[in-house]
């Protein structure tokens, strides 16, 4: 039996939410697909469900909360079931967290299958797939490395 380390899975979900964090700030910052901003959608979704008018910090605690205790505990317990070591894990897990971001979320808040209702082509998928493949990466290389230290 795989034993889940779960507050290594908060914490390595925590630093991967802060590196993708990052790079869709900087996104924001150059003036790239300014439209695409899944941190507004969930104070969005948050407002509609409360009636209440949208907060952005809403929507960045809700992504903070998703990147790290739901999708960081996600991986400690899906990634022994995945080929490789930690770092190909984590690609892994970020493509399947990228693929219910564009089957499940995307057209839940309107935006269609693979964000195609921006009306940018693919450009939104693809930007998206390489933040969660950072996400991903980070994800598993930093739960390897706290799950290595505490075996010792």
Do not use: C
Request: aromatic share 12%.
């Amino acid at each position: 039996m795989v034993k889940v380390r779960l507050s290594q899975a908060i914490v390595a979900g925590f630093w991967a939410t802060v590196a993708l964090s990052a790079m869709m700030l900087v996104k924001q910052m150059m003036g790239i697909m300014l439209d695409v901003n899944p941190v507004m959608d969930l104070a969005l979704l948050y407002a509609n469900a409360t009636n209440s008018t949208p907060n952005v910090l809403i929507g960045w605690l809700m992504h903070f909360v998703l990147g790290t205790l739901i999708w960081g505990i996600a991986y400690a317990l899906l990634s022994p079931h995945f080929p490789g070591g930690h770092l190909i894990r984590g690609l892994i897990f970020g493509v399947l967290a990228w693929l219910a971001m564009m089957l499940i979320f995307m057209p839940y808040v309107g935006h269609g299958f693979f964000a195609m209702g921006y009306h940018e082509g693919f450009m939104p998928a693809m930007a998206t797939l390489m933040l969660h493949l950072v996400y991903g990466a980070v994800l598993g290389k930093v739960y390897g490395h706290l799950t290595a230290e505490s075996a010792k």
